[in-house]
Antibody
Framework: QVQLVQSGSELKKPGASVKVSCKAS????????MNWVRQAPGQGLEWMGW????????TYAQGFTGRFVFSLDTSVSTAYLQISSLKAEDTAVYYC???????????????WGQGTLVTVSS | SYELTQPPSVSVSPGQTASITCSGD??????ACWYQQKPGQSPVLVIY???KRPPGIPERLSGSNSGNTATLTISGTQAMDEADYYC?????????FGGGTKLTVL
């Protein structure tokens, strides 16, 4: 079945970097755009942007430019999220999610990865 | 920028019907979808393209979208339906999430 499996929890100090992985299985990786969504503790879902898995071209949502980088390794069907210069406010669960649909007919996320908790603390 | 507004909480008695709304400017001209998120779990798609259910989602969950409001309706609400629900739409090449609604089954 279609599945997204993310890397495990991370504890980082302020100023450090982290790289979260999202391995896809059960479908052709390059057929669907991969998205990243952040959920801070006790808060709602926040869309970070997506990466075109065919071209490798990323699109970042407002507020997620500069320190956030999306990348791919299509040979292992894996997407990555790297965050640099970590701050305490980056503490959150980060989800990858496969995007389905077409803009004219709506888009939706299915499935989602299990989430990766990134904790930034000194 | 486009915004989607949901009530922070909705309460319902077991067996009754729960309605969760999602409001946005001319939302009915776009497509809405809904996610269910239980504590400690990832969101799960329950409605897409306004009113379609993915495989495995019970028929008692339904969706509609007209005017400025999309609605997720849960008929015969069960304890297992207690969760956070998020609406989502697409506007100007951007994914928008509502703030989420906590459904409590009393």
């Amino acid at each position: 079945q279609v599945q997204l499996v993310q890397s495990g929890s991370e504890l980082k100090k302020p100023g450090a970097s982290v790289k979260v992985s999202c391995k896809a299985s059960g479908y052709t990786f390059t057929t669907y755009t991969m998205n990243w969504v952040r959920q801070a503790p006790g808060q709602g879902l926040e869309w970070m942007g997506w990466i075109n898995t065919n071209t490798g071209n990323p699109t970042y949502a407002q507020g997620f430019t500069g320190r956030f980088v999306f990348s791919l390794d299509t040979s292992v069907s894996t997407a990555y999220l790297q965050i640099s210069s970590l701050k305490a406010e980056d503490t959150a669960v980060y989800y990858c999610a496969r995007m389905a649909g077409l803009a004219a007919a709506g888009v939706w996320f299915d499935p989602w990865g299990q989430g990766t908790l990134v904790t930034v603390s000194s | 920028s486009y915004e989607l507004t949901q009530p922070p909480s909705v309460s319902v008695s077991p067996g009754q019907t729960a309605s969760i709304t999602c409001s946005g400017d001319k939302l009915g001209d776009k497509y809405a979808c809904w996610y269910q998120q239980k504590p400690g779990q990832s969101p799960v798609l329950v409605i897409y393209q306004d009113n379609k259910r993915p495989p495995g989602i019970p028929e008692r969950l339904s969706g509609s979208n007209s005017g400025n409001t999309a609605t997720l309706t849960i008929s015969g609400t069960q304890a297992m339906d207690e969760a956070d629900y998020y609406c989502q739409a697409w506007d100007s090449s951007t994914v928008i999430f509502g703030g989420g609604t906590k459904l409590t089954v009393l």
